[in-house]
């Protein structure tokens, strides 16, 4: 299967802080999407990005698919961006998806 | 709303004993799965569905079954339960063609004792 590595594993941010998280893929992608897990354990889709750039209110993402990447952005942290933010690739063949271990993310007040 | 929804959202079992582990979604999608998240791994896949009467073994299917009788419905059975089985298991469902956007339920915690 595709490997899937993202960066940082962990990041701790002062409420109002900046983030860009990284996910790198290991082959070509039909699809990539990053979820937002929360601290009960609710998987919520950010954002349906194979190729691009978006954006969502204080959130965007752009997948470089040629280079194998994509970044999430997160700007002026909340509290509740806290979370694990996973970054999952769907694969040239077969309509499964391939899952990084995840940035965990904690902001401070 | 369209919506998947699993049940039961925890369970607490024996070793052996079977256990079955239900998912309903009403988005009409012809793709839905299995996953299993547990510290350090993420989340890896048990089984999927391309439709029905479809079924596949994903990358940690041992000691897993699914069937599919409809388009809504995807259960997972644990034939035999074991400690190593202890997890949160997630459902998901996926529309038809290339630009398909994953959608999960909420998790059902399972405990094997």
């Known amino acids: 299967g595709i490997q899937v590595e993202q960066s940082p594993p962990d990041l701790i941010l002062q409420e109002g802080a900046n983030s860009t998280l990284r996910c790198n893929f290991s082959d070509s992608v039909n699809n990539l999407q990053w979820f937002h897990q929360n601290p009960w354990g609710q998987l919520i889709n950010l954002f349906y990005i194979p190729s691009g750039t978006k954006q969502n209110g204080r959130l965007s993402a752009t997948t470089v698919a040629t280079e194998r990447y994509s970044l999430l952005y997160i700007s002026s942290s909340q509290t509740t961006d806290s979370g694990v933010y996973f970054c999952?690739?769907?694969?040239?063949?077969?309509?499964?998806?391939?899952f990084g271990t995840g940035t965990s993310l904690t902001v401070i007040p | 709303d369209a919506e998947i929804t699993q049940s039961p959202r925890h369970k607490i079992t024996e070793t052996g004993r079977q256990v079955t582990l239900a998912c309903h979604q009403t988005w009409n999608h012809n793709n839905m799965f299995w996953y299993r998240q547990d510290l350090g791994h993420g989340l890896r896949l048990i089984h999927y569905?391309?439709?029905?009467?479809?079924?596949n073994k994903g990358e940690v299917s041992d000691g897993y079954s699914v069937s599919r009788s409809n388009t809504e419905d995807l259960p997972l059975t644990l034939e035999s339960a074991a400690s190593s089985q202890t997890s949160v298991y997630f459902c998901a469902s996926m529309g038809a063609g290339a630009d398909g956007e994953l959608f999960f339920g909420e998790g059902s915690r399972l405990t094997v004792l």
């Open positions: 999952a690739v769907e694969g040239k063949t077969g309509n499964q998806f391939y």
């Open positions: 569905s391309y439709g029905v009467q479809d079924t």
